[in-house]
């Protein structure tokens, strides 16, 4: 089992700042790949973020490349996703997830966090 902790979420003005924390604990050499997905109102859930820090490799979905970055600290088992310029649209629930796969698709994650909420307002 994995456990996730997400924190950092809160209100902020369009084109403002966020940096979002997601702690993982238990048996986390069974998810080597990580990720943020986004849930706003009525929308189902996407992915915003994915991190495979064993492979170098990260992938991010078109409407956050350039304003979002996601990153790890080992040491902590913690990744992070740094939002910048944040939109209106950016607004909703953020969840941090654990996984086989570098994937933006939620259904290839097995570990999921409660969640921390990002309002931005304009």
């Known amino acids: 089992q994995v456990q996730l902790v997400e924190s950092g979420g809160g209100s902020v003005q369009a084109g403002g700042s966020l940096r979002l924390s997601c702690a993982a604990s238990g048996d986390t050499s069974r998810t080597p790949c990580m990720g943020w997905f986004h849930q706003a109102p009525g929308q189902e859930r996407e992915g915003v973020a994915s991190?495979?820090?064993?492979?170098?490799?990260?992938r991010y979905t078109d409407s956050v490349k350039d304003r979002f970055t996601i990153s790890q600290d080992a040491a902590k088992n913690t990744i992070y996703l740094q939002m910048d310029t944040l939109q209106r649209e950016d607004t909703g629930m953020y969840y941090c997830?654990?996984?086989?796969?570098?994937?933006?698709?939620?259904?290839?994650?097995?570990?999921w966090g409660q969640g921390t909420q990002v309002t931005v307002s304009s």
């Open positions: 991190i495979c820090p064993s492979l170098g490799r990260i």
């Open positions: 997830a654990a996984g086989l796969f570098l994937s933006l698709d939620h259904r290839f994650y097995n570990f």
